[in-house]
């Protein structure tokens, strides 16, 4: 097992096309404005990816489509089993796992029902790891269809194992944070928060890195967060207060069409669409605070001297 490197991983969005088909020259662009733009690591099939409304097929290809275009420049990681049956998410692993991926993410709710303890969740872990021996893997604490949040028990479990290198938690609390961050010390299992209003706090008890919506928004400043925290914790305080409130705007019903909207004008050839019909479109009320918010960032890049 190889020790991942990177800090921030920006969970990708889907490009599409006017016709809804994936959008593969799209996403290597996307590819490359994720990494001109500081972020070291790629999460390619995840939630933000709406890993929900892609073919099997997709996943694998869209994971392909990542690895392909990154080249080695930055690690790619890669979820993608979204099926309720175990024998079905290990078909749907193994397919991931034949793209080079880095780290093949699991989805903490798919490891057991709703109404199921972490019992089950061990045992489904247990046959996932000997179906795969050769695999490194990663978890992420996916919200939907529900959030099944690891004890910090579990989590120390998984990096005693010596199989996992990527762990996505998204509990949002420092008082959940902290053993978890305790469970993996000293492993080569690398904790990044998905969460900017606690993720100064978790760098300093020795987060690894942010995994999270808002690195499709502005990743340049998570990426100095990270590298800088420690020589300027004055401009860190004041450069997370205004990323938290950033996130406000943008965590919202029409993520992820507004970080679209915001890539495009950026400059990136990505389509305002999406499969989730339950997002919606951006009104001219939210465009108009995109925009804003893009000058905003540009004023905080200067104050960083970026």
């Known amino acids: 097992m190889k020790r991942l490197s990177g800090t921030v991983y920006p969970v990708m969005l889907t490009p599409y096309t006017s016709s809804m088909a994936v959008d593969y020259s799209a996403l290597d662009e996307l590819v490359d404005w994720y990494i001109a733009n500081g972020c070291d690591g790629l999460f390619a099939v995840c939630q933000s990816s709406e890993m929900f409304f892609l073919t099997e097929d997709e996943r ?3 994971t392909a489509a990542v ?3 990154a080249g080695g420049r930055v690690p790619v990681v890669s979820s993608g089993h979204i099926s309720d049956a175990l024998p079905d998410q290990i078909r749907e692993l193994k397919r991931i796992a034949s793209t080079g991926a880095d780290s093949v993410v699991l989805v903490t709710n798919r490891l057991a029902a709703q109404h199921e303890d972490e019992e089950v969740v061990k045992e489904n872990l247990q046959r996932i790891l000997e179906a795969l021996p050769d695999v490194d893997f990663g978890l992420y604490e996916c919200p939907y269809p529900y959030k099944r949040l690891f004890s910090p028990r579990l989590v120390k479990w998984c990096a005693q194992t010596g199989r996992f290198t990527f762990f996505k938690e998204t509990s949002c609390r420092m008082d959940f944070i902290q053993p978890k ?3 993996v010390r000293g492993s080569n299992f690398r904790f990044f928060n998905a969460n900017t209003e ?10 690894d890195g942010f995994s999270g919506v808002m690195a499709n928004v502005h990743p340049q ?3 100095w967060l990270l590298n800088n925290y420690k020589d300027n914790p004055e401009k860190a305080e004041k450069l997370q207060a205004y990323l938290f409130q950033a996130g406000l705007m943008v965590e919202t019903e029409y993520y992820s069409l507004n970080a679209k909207f915001l890539l495009h004008h950026r400059g990136v050839s990505i389509q305002v669409n999406s499969r989730n019909p339950k997002v919606k479109q951006p009104s001219e009320e939210v465009k108009a605070m995109m925009m804003k918010m893009a000058e905003d ?3 905080m890049l200067g104050y960083l001297n970026i």
């Open 198 to 207: 606690t993720l100064l706090a978790s760098l300093r008890s020795g987060c």
């Open 67 to 69: 690895v392909k275009r």
């Open 221 to 223: 400043l998570y990426a």
């Open 297 to 299: 960032d540009q004023k």
């Open 60 to 62: 694998e290809k869209v």
């Open 181 to 183: 961050l305790e469970a």
